[in-house]
Every structure is written in structure tokens, then in C-alpha cells.
Nanobody, 124 residues
């Protein structure tokens, strides 16, 4: 049974940093792409950053380029999202998602497996 469990969310001041983690289990191989998505109150869920199964292709939303970094550790079945220079508009619930579709378009409809989310609040 597959499972994606996010952790690392919390309250942080503008300009601060957080590292989100996603523990992945239940997949029969490491050949899956991983994405981080977020949903702010009243808004659609959007792709933040996605990484291909081999890690050689990475996508970032324009709003987070230069501030966020995605990485994966297949040996430990973990995926991370390093978030720096956080802004008020980064406040959202962040979700980890997985797919066997390796196109890495970072579109919500491409991802089949989802975690429960972790809340990030950026506030002074």
C-alpha cells in the first residue's frame, strides 16, 4: 500500500526558511516522479516543484524559482523541499504527490498519489 507522508510545516516569519520532507513508501520501484504542490485558502492547488524519477529534470513554478529547492533521496525514500526567503504569499497547505508519469510537467492532473499535506504559515 503506497503512502506519502509530509512533515516540516509550521509558522515562520517572512524571509525565513523551512524544509519540508516527504516519506514515500509502498511503491514497487523508484521509477516515480515526485511533486510538491500547494493550496492556499480560496485558491486552486498549484504545482510548486517537481522532480523526475531519475532526478535529472526539475521544474519550479516561477513564483518560487531561486528560493525553493527540491531534492530526492531514493535510498531512504525521501523527498525534500528546501524553502528559503519565504514570503507571505507562500502560506498554504503543501502536498507531496507521486506519479509513474515521468513527463515532469508538474500538473496536478498527472499525479495519482497524494499525501495529506502539511501547513506552512508565513506571518510576522
Amino acid at each position: 500500500q503506497w503512502q506519502l507522508v509530509e512533515s516540516g510545516g509550521g509558522l515562520v516569519q517572512p524571509g525565513g526558511s523551512l524544509i519540508l520532507s516527504c516519506a514515500v513508501s509502498g511503491f514497487t520501484s523508484n521509477y516515480y516522479a515526485i511533486g510538491w504542490f500547494r493550496q492556499a485558502p480560496g485558491k486552486e492547488r498549484e504545482g510548486v516543484s517537481c522532480i523526475s524519477s531519475s532526478g535529472d529534470r526539475i521544474t519550479y513554478a516561477d513564483s518560487v524559482k531561486g528560493r525553493f529547492t527540491i531534492s530526492r533521496d531514493d535510498a531512504n525514500k525521501m523527498v525534500y523541499l528546501q524553502m528559503n526567503s519565504l514570503k507571505l504569499e507562500d502560506t498554504a497547505v503543501y502536498y507531496c504527490a507521486a506519479t509513474y508519469n515521468d513527463d515532469n510537467r508538474c500538473l496536478r492532473q498527472d499525479y495519482d498519489y497524494w499525501g495529506q499535506g502539511t501547513r506552512v504559515t508565513v506571518s510576522s
